[in-house]
């Protein structure tokens, strides 16, 4: 992973965007940025904003093959040019969304793909609420909705559906792959925040998922987590009835007694993130997975990018962080790299 670090920080600046970041919770600047109107029966988080429209058209090679390039830089552009997954996957668009997650915590997804059933196009799904599902004939694709959508939108619903154990899976299960898929988006946004300022249907969607991971933490805490019981409140200011203390307790799916077996690509992310060692063992998609992700272990966003993504989501103000490390405005934009995180003009 090419990452985004602290060099430039003194120790100022990084104990005041700490103090900067536990503030709140907060209700974000632009709540256009999220899902609004109930879609699919699905309702949206922050009800009160403009109803939510998907991108346009289809995405040519040419087209995929620059918003991969321009999102994930030089190895998803060379993991869309080559095989195997130039061979295994034709639809540019489909195929930039999975080039993308080799510049995340999810590229070992990418390291041997003959055991993975991967989407190939796009299509109409069984389940037209989904992001990823089968067609009429059972075969897996993205839904044909989001044919026009940047890629690098993709790259959450692919996290979550690569390493998916199946129809019936349980909360311990998708909440794990719900934030695993947040992760992999707030990564993709730390890099390039203008995926996040697209306005379409599925950033809104996808944004929605990664502003609730961001604000699953303890009032006061900087650090935020999947499972903190004593969580602030993940959507400020949001819709009532999708309020929860924390991620984990979001109801994903109902619980099982016996859970199913988490695969060995499962253990790949975790490691490759740093979030479990390389030997640590991770059997079963159940409630261990979720102490696992509410630890403070992993380097997979550094203090900048979790600024540079709290700016691109609206939890953070540049105003506040400037305040809370005692520089200018124009000083703290240029130590966090924040020129490409601020909202774009007239929003």
Do not use: C, K
């Not at 929860?244 to 859970?259: C, R």
């Not at 409630?287 to 992993?298: E, I, K, Y």
């Amino acid at each position: 992973m090419e990452r985004i670090d602290t060099v430039s920080l003194t120790a100022q600046d990084e104990h005041g965007a700490r103090v900067a970041l536990a503030g709140g919770p907060r209700v974000p600047v632009d709540i256009d940025l999220f899902s609004s109107n109930t879609l699919f029966g699905q309702p949206g988080i922050y009800p009160d904003g403009r109803p939510m429209v998907p991108a346009a058209g289809n995405l040519d090679a040419e087209t995929a093959r620059e918003l991969a390039l321009a999102a994930g830089g030089t190895v998803a552009r060379d993991a869309f040019d080559t095989e195997p997954l130039l061979g295994a996957v034709p639809e540019p668009g489909v195929r930039a969304g999975l080039a993308l997650l080799s510049a995340t915590m999810a590229a070992p997804l990418l390291g041997d793909l003959s055991g993975l059933t991967l989407p190939r196009t796009y299509g109409d799904l069984d389940a037209p609420g989904r992001v990823i599902g089968n067609d009429e004939n059972g075969v897996r694709v993205v839904n044909a909705r989001y044919s026009g959508e940047h890629p690098a939108l993709l790259a959450l619903s692919l996290t979550h559906d690569l390493l998916w154990s199946g129809e019936g899976a349980a909360h311990d299960e998708e909440a794990t792959l719900h934030a695993l898929g947040a992760m992999v988006h707030l990564q993709l946004i730390a890099r390039h925040p203008a995926i996040a300022h697209t306005g379409t249907e599925l950033a809104r969607r996808q944004n929605s998922l990664a502003v609730t991971l961001l604000e699953s933490r303890r009032h006061h805490d900087a650090a935020f987590r999947a499972r903190e019981p004593e969580g602030a409140g993940t959507i400020p200011g949001g819709a009532p009835a999708l309020a929860s203390a924390d991620f984990w307790s979001i109801p994903f799916a109902p619980p099982v007694t016996e859970p199913a077996a988490a695969p060995p690509a499962l253990r790949a992310v975790l490691a490759y993130a740093g979030i479990i060692g390389a030997d640590e063992r991770v059997d079963a998609y159940d409630a261990s997975v979720g102490d696992v992700l509410a630890s403070d272990r992993g380097s997979w966003l550094s203090l900048t990018e979790h600024v540079r993504v709290a700016v691109t989501l609206g939890t953070l103000t540049v105003d506040e962080l400037a305040s809370a490390v005692q520089r200018s405005v124009e000083d703290t934009v240029s130590r966090f790299q924040l020129h490409d995180a601020l909202p774009p003009r007239g929003s």
